[in-house]
């Protein structure tokens, strides 16, 4: 869902290590999910997507876990490099059944990882 | 290929003037372009939905009459954002989806963004 007005959680990660980043969504009529990477002043970019007859769904270095009984989607991220520093925002499509298309953005996290 | 590009990417206007901004689509039409805002540190906020050729359609709480958006074409939508006042400083990004991708249906591709800034 929406998120307006709360900062972003932080999450720090040593190179080479597995990285988990958690969203939660807010509307149970989901049934498409998107997970998008931003780094710093620039538009987000598409990671990986999920539809709702599905729980998991993997990609190159990550996979995407989506659990529809709590409303949850997390993303997996393995041997994280320095390149993936950024901020990763989960995105929702609400209208479900209509071609309106519309994504609404989870809260996002800060993601760092250290050499 | 999706390409969306965003013109200008930095604009500082002084209160009370207008301010327009230009999204294109450069190597796909797009029939749907979205406009969002994002303040420092948190997320995007979609403020409206714009169809080639149609008005545009505002979430709840985005004032219409203050946020114009003009989707003239298939490759270009405008976010006008008239009688800016400093509160109306943010990021503004748009995004266009190109419906002959049937593999991901709701895939948006995201502009750059537009640093507005309201002295």
């Known amino acids: 869902g929406e998120s307006v007005g709360l900062h972003l959680p932080t999450l720090s990660v040593q190179e080479g290590d597995n990285s988990i980043i958690n969203c939660a969504y807010s509307n149970s009529a989901s049934d498409y999910f998107i997970w998008y990477k931003q780094e710093s002043g620039k538009g987000p970019q598409f990671i990986i997507d999920i539809r709702s007859n599905m729980d998991k769904r993997q990609g190159q270095r990550v996979t995407v876990l989506l659990n529809k009984t709590v409303k949850h989607l997390s993303l997996q991220i393995a041997a994280t490099q320095p390149g993936d520093s950024a901020v990763y925002f989960c995105?929702?499509?609400?209208?479900?059944?209509?071609?309106?298309?519309?994504?609404?953005f989870g809260r996002g996290t800060q993601l760092t990882v250290w050499p | 290929g999706a390409v969306v590009s965003q013109h200008p990417s930095r604009v500082i206007c002084k209160s009370g003037t207008s301010v327009k901004i230009e999204c294109r689509s450069l190597?796909?039409?797009?029939?749907?372009m979205f406009w969002y805002r994002q303040f420092p540190k948190q997320s995007l906020m979609l403020m409206a939905t714009s169809n080639e050729g149609s008005k545009a359609t505002y979430e709840q709480g985005v004032e219409k009459d203050k946020f114009l958006i003009n989707h003239a074409s298939l490759t270009l939508s405008t976010l006008t954002v008239t009688s800016a006042h400093p509160e109306d400083s943010s990021f503004y990004i748009c995004?266009?989806?190109?419906?002959?991708?049937?593999?991901?249906?709701?895939?948006?591709?995201f502009g750059p963004g537009t640093r507005l800034t309201v002295t």
């Open positions: 995004s266009a989806r190109d419906p002959t991708i049937q593999v991901r249906p709701y895939e948006q591709y």
């Open positions: 190597d796909f039409q797009a029939t749907t």
């Open positions: 995105a929702e499509n609400p209208d479900r059944g209509s071609t309106l298309g519309r994504l609404y």
